[in-house]
């Protein structure tokens, strides 16, 4: 029997006002998954633009580089790349007497960095694949209007590989999403790590964890019906004609 009066009685917890305090109030639950969902996508998103052109290159050492990093960081599951750099790092002396060790001993910088560095090697391979799709005509029509190789692929390549990559990019987000779970194994709260402490406290896993995974829910389908809404927008050139 599930108790209803445990889900309501939390549920402020899951949107980061525990102990009394409003609501959305704190860097807990909610607010911290968006935190860490919003900051890796756009980091993943600036680093991959780059590293997409990078992968596409005919130099073969640009090329394998960006492909070692791409493959390992897809190889590998986040939740070992989030152990490594937390745990794994401060184990190096060098590590702990370097400027960086002020960002890499904070839980949050070490979860935001693993899933940036994760999404950008999804991110990456996305958007060289539809680099590779571009359509030969409009490159041939560049070419005509006289542009230059970067100009080119401003204006023409890299707007068209990031309309097309929406599709693809839209289960990147979700699956994100889904990812940021695991923020809670490394001392962070959020919606996860707030079930696991409700749980923790009350010895009743089922209603905290069906709450969080409602919550998880919910988001996808705002995340996937937004995408929606960019497709019918921006790739409406692609849909078949209607007769």
Same mark, same amino acid.
Request: net charge neutral; charged share 15%.
């Given at each position: 029997?599930?108790?209803?009066? /445990?889900?309501?009685?939390?549920?402020?917890?899951?949107?980061?006002?525990?102990?009394?305090?409003?609501?959305?109030?704190?860097?807990?639950?909610?607010?911290?998954?968006?935190?860490?969902?919003?900051?890796?996508?756009?980091?993943? /998103?600036?680093?991959?633009?780059?590293?997409?052109?990078?992968?596409?290159?005919?130099?073969?050492?640009?090329?394998?580089?960006?492909?070692?990093?791409?493959?390992?960081?897809?190889?590998?599951?986040?939740?070992?790349?989030?152990?490594?750099?937390?745990?794994?790092?401060?184990?190096?002396?060098?590590?702990?007497?370097?400027?960086?060790?002020?960002?890499?001993?904070?839980?949050?910088?070490?979860?935001?960095?693993?899933?940036?560095?994760?999404?950008?090697?999804?991110?990456?391979?996305?958007?060289?694949?539809?680099?590779?799709?571009?359509?030969?005509?409009?490159?041939?029509?560049?070419?005509?209007?006289?542009?230059?190789?970067?100009?080119?692929?401003?204006?023409?390549?890299?707007?068209?590989?990031?309309?097309?990559?929406?599709?693809?990019?839209?289960?990147?987000?979700?699956?994100?999403?889904?990812?940021?779970?695991?923020?809670?194994?490394?001392?962070?709260?959020?919606?996860?790590?707030?079930?696991?402490?409700?749980?923790?406290?009350?010895?009743?896993?089922?209603?905290?964890? /069906?709450?969080?995974?409602?919550?998880?829910?919910?988001?996808?389908?705002?995340?996937?019906?937004?995408?929606?809404?960019?497709?019918?927008?921006?790739?409406?050139?692609?849909?078949?004609?209607?007769?």
């Amino acid at each position: 029997m599930i108790d209803a009066n /445990l889900i309501i009685d939390n549920f402020p917890s899951f949107l980061g006002g525990g102990n009394g305090e409003p609501v959305l109030s704190t860097g807990d639950g909610l607010i911290l998954t968006l935190e860490l969902l919003f900051f890796s996508l756009l980091g993943g /998103l600036l680093l991959s633009i780059p590293l997409g052109l990078m992968r596409v290159s005919k130099n073969r050492l640009v090329a394998g580089t960006v492909w070692l990093y791409t493959y390992v960081f897809r190889g590998t599951p986040m939740l070992v790349q989030l152990f490594i750099i937390y745990y794994g790092l401060s184990q190096f002396e060098a590590v702990r007497e370097s400027w960086t060790w002020e960002y890499l001993q904070e839980a949050y910088f070490c979860a935001l960095l693993a899933f940036t560095l994760n999404t950008a090697a999804y991110t990456t391979e996305i958007i060289a694949g539809q680099i590779r799709n571009t359509h030969w005509g409009e490159i041939e029509a560049a070419k005509a209007m006289g542009m230059s190789k970067w100009l080119m692929m401003r204006r023409i390549v890299i707007p068209a590989a990031l309309r097309r990559a929406l599709p693809a990019y839209s289960n990147e987000v979700v699956m994100m999403l889904q990812g940021t779970s695991i923020a809670g194994l490394v001392t962070l709260a959020d919606v996860t790590g707030v079930a696991r402490r409700i749980y923790s406290d009350t010895y009743m896993p089922f209603e905290p964890f /069906l709450t969080a995974g409602l919550i998880y829910l919910a988001f996808t389908f705002l995340f996937v019906w937004l995408f929606k809404l960019a497709e019918k927008r921006w790739l409406a050139y692609l849909a078949p004609r209607k007769h």
